[in-house]
């Protein structure tokens, strides 16, 4: 069942257009926290999100842009604001569609299910997914999701680049400049404590699937993915 998460802070509207996409055979996911809707995205892991852009604390291109940080899934603006320099923005920033308000619920629905042909359905391109595999370890970059012994666990997208590099290389030692290199080569200075969070992010999702601890830091040289896992070498 495909789901559909309703970015909307109007409880009615999106009463509304939760009761609607049911009625289609969708599930459908409603963010409540406006300060944590990245968080509800990974939680509940949508194949469409439905996204207002006047909403509180950050607005709809904001979280729009976060998405897109992590995700390909299809974002689709439902908005009162119907200037061209609002739905151009939309589109800049990621998103597939745009809707004005007032809208009928019939074009919503034909939206959503024309975008999730082409995304997950009919027309959605036909390529092999690639995969990373270390000793039983896989990491799946095009899903942005890691398994190791049946159990998953969600990357972002640097997240699944650091970790495709370090399996790539195991076992040997990565440098910190490689690193840096290969995730952020289009920006001419970098703070080196970037690196430190994101592989501290990292070491919290390898704990998840029970093998943070084939995650080292040496000393003066970068890191290195060794597999001491169940199945490891």
């Not at 070491?203 to 080292?216: N, P």
């Not at 890191?223 to 169940?230: I, P, S």
């Amino acid at each position: 069942m495909h789901r559909i998460m309703i970015c909307e802070d109007d409880p009615k509207l999106a009463a509304l257009l939760k009761a609607n996409i049911e009625k289609y055979g969708y599930d459908t996911g409603v963010v409540e926290q406006f300060d944590q809707v990245l968080h509800y995205f990974q939680t509940y892991d949508p194949h469409l999100v439905l996204m207002d852009v006047n909403l509180p604390k950050y607005d709809g291109f904001y979280w729009c842009r976060q998405i897109r940080s992590i995700s390909k899934c299809q974002i689709l603006f439902i908005s009162a604001r119907a200037g061209e320099m609002d739905q151009v923005m939309a589109l800049e920033y990621g998103a597939d569609d745009y809707i004005t308000k007032p809208f009928h619920m019939e074009v919503v629905m034909a939206k959503i299910r024309s975008q999730l042909r082409r995304a997950v359905g009919e027309y959605a391109p036909q390529f092999e997914e690639r995969i990373v595999k270390l000793a039983g370890m896989n990491v799946y970059p095009e899903r942005l999701e890691m398994e190791l012994n049946g159990v998953r666990s969600p990357l972002t997208k640097k997240e699944a680049d650091l970790l495709e590099v370090l399996m790539q290389q195991s076992p040997r030692v990565v440098s910190r400049e490689a690193l840096l290199d290969k995730l952020w080569d289009d920006q001419a200075f970098v703070d080196e404590n970037t690196l430190n969070v994101n592989m501290t992010r990292l070491r919290k999702k390898l704990q998840e699937v029970g093998a943070d601890i084939g995650l080292e830091t040496v000393r003066g040289a970068g890191y290195r993915l060794l597999a001491t896992w169940d199945g490891g070498e």
